[in-house]
């Protein structure tokens, strides 16, 4: 991954900026330069009545003149230190719409936008723009979480039988992200696979039921030896950094990021079919609502 053009999407509606401070941290260490995003949209300027549409369009330039302003402010201090800056604002919604057609136009290398938890009513619904950038956002999305920064360790969570339907391809995306952060940014890389064996209880039959210890000894061995079939691949990665666990990825992802300090986690996704998004949603999903760190979201071909 190139890092050298990182689109931020600016927050108008929070003093914090996350997503900023950590394109600034990348930028000091990568000499990439950054656009500053912001996007709003106020229904009372997009059709009130009994104002004419030439007011309306004249307070919309307004408020992204102001808005822009503010941006430009923002921009003043990284730019007194060296990191080159631009700002853009864009006026419309839905907000993941308006990120994704500056995305497409522009082609940066990565996306960062801030990120907190969020309601299960939301995610339901699909109305939360986190939930559509993962699954629409052409380029590598970096989602930020609100906490202190270490940057010292990241996670590449892989996949090597591809039972999340991920291609071949993007495990080894995958790990040359993370193998590339590690020498550009100083993160130290840890890659992960988890597994699941058929719990006991939900055995389906008495011959795996009679069986049991042998099958879960057989499913250790399966995953293992393709784990260590992709990692055989990338010699260069230190295998004492690579770890195997068994469990739910909801699960064991978020738990394995707990106990090893991890700041950021490397993800893979893959868009899928409407219905499958709206009742289950995808692995990085479900794991973005239980995770503390950062997470950036890769799909194939980014």
């Given at each position: 991954?190139?890092?050298?053009?990182?689109?931020?999407?600016?927050?108008?509606?929070?003093?914090?900026?996350?997503?900023?401070?950590?394109?600034?941290?990348?930028?000091?260490?990568?000499?990439?330069?950054?656009?500053?995003?912001a996007?709003?949209?106020?229904?009372?300027?997009?059709?009130?009545?009994?104002?004419?549409?030439?007011?309306?369009?004249?307070?919309r330039?307004?408020?992204?003149?102001?808005?822009?302003?503010?941006?430009?402010?923002?921009?003043?201090?990284?730019?007194?230190?060296?990191?080159?800056?631009?700002?853009?604002?864009?006026?419309?919604?839905?907000?993941?719409?308006?990120?994704?057609?500056?995305?497409?136009?522009?082609?940066?290398?990565?996306?960062?936008?801030?990120?907190?938890?969020?309601?299960?009513?939301?995610?339901?619904?699909?109305?939360?723009?986190?939930?559509?950038?993962i699954?629409?956002?052409?380029?590598?999305?970096?989602?930020?979480?609100?906490?202190?920064?270490?940057?010292?360790?990241?996670?590449?969570?892989?996949?090597?039988?591809?039972?999340?339907?991920?291609?071949?391809?993007?495990?080894?995306?995958?790990?040359?992200?993370?193998?590339?952060?590690?020498?550009?940014?100083?993160?130290?890389?840890?890659?992960?696979?988890?597994?699941?064996?058929?719990?006991?209880?939900?055995?389906?039959?008495?011959?795996?039921?009679?069986?049991?210890?042998?099958?879960v000894?057989?499913?250790?061995?399966?995953?293992?030896?393709?784990?260590?079939?992709?990692?055989?691949?990338?010699?260069?990665?230190?295998?004492?950094?690579?770890?195997?666990?068994?469990?739910?990825?909801?699960?064991?992802?978020?738990?394995?990021?707990?106990?090893?300090?991890?700041?950021?986690?490397?993800?893979?996704a893959?868009?899928?079919?409407?219905?499958?998004?709206?009742?289950?949603?995808?692995?990085?999903?479900?794991?973005?609502?239980?995770?503390?760190?950062?997470l950036?979201?890769?799909?194939?071909?980014?």
């Amino acid at each position: 991954m190139k890092l050298q053009n990182l689109l931020v999407v600016i927050d108008p509606t929070r003093e914090e900026q996350p997503a900023l401070a950590r394109a600034r941290w990348i930028a000091e260490r990568s000499g990439a330069s950054l656009e500053l995003l912001a996007c709003d949209y106020t229904p009372a300027l997009d059709n009130a009545l009994l104002v004419a549409q030439r007011d309306l369009e004249r307070a919309r330039l307004m408020q992204q003149a102001e808005r822009l302003a503010w941006l430009e402010r923002m921009a003043g201090p990284l730019r007194h230190d060296g990191i080159a800056v631009t700002c853009h604002t864009l006026w419309g919604k839905p907000l993941y719409r308006q990120i994704i057609s500056r995305v497409e136009q522009n082609q940066p290398d990565l996306v960062l936008k801030s990120t907190s938890r969020h309601g299960l009513l939301k995610r339901l619904f699909l109305t939360n723009t986190d939930w559509q950038l993962i699954r629409h956002c052409p380029q590598p999305l970096w989602l930020v979480h609100q906490g202190e920064w270490t940057g010292q360790r990241l996670c590449a969570a892989l996949d090597p039988l591809h039972e999340s339907d991920k291609p071949a391809a993007l495990d080894h995306r995958l790990i040359g992200i993370a193998r590339e952060f590690e020498q550009r940014l100083q993160l130290q890389a840890h890659y992960l696979h988890s597994y699941i064996a058929v719990p006991q209880t939900l055995a389906f039959n008495a011959e795996l039921l009679a069986d049991y210890d042998d099958y879960v000894k057989r499913t250790e061995q399966h995953h293992r030896q393709a784990f260590d079939n992709l990692l055989d691949q990338h010699p260069a990665i230190d295998r004492r950094m690579s770890f195997l666990e068994q469990g739910f990825a909801e699960d064991a992802i978020p738990e394995f990021v707990r106990r090893h300090g991890i700041d950021l986690l490397l993800m893979g996704a893959v868009a899928r079919g409407q219905l499958d998004n709206a009742l289950i949603g995808q692995t990085a999903e479900r794991v973005l609502e239980e995770v503390e760190c950062d997470l950036l979201v890769v799909k194939p071909g980014a």
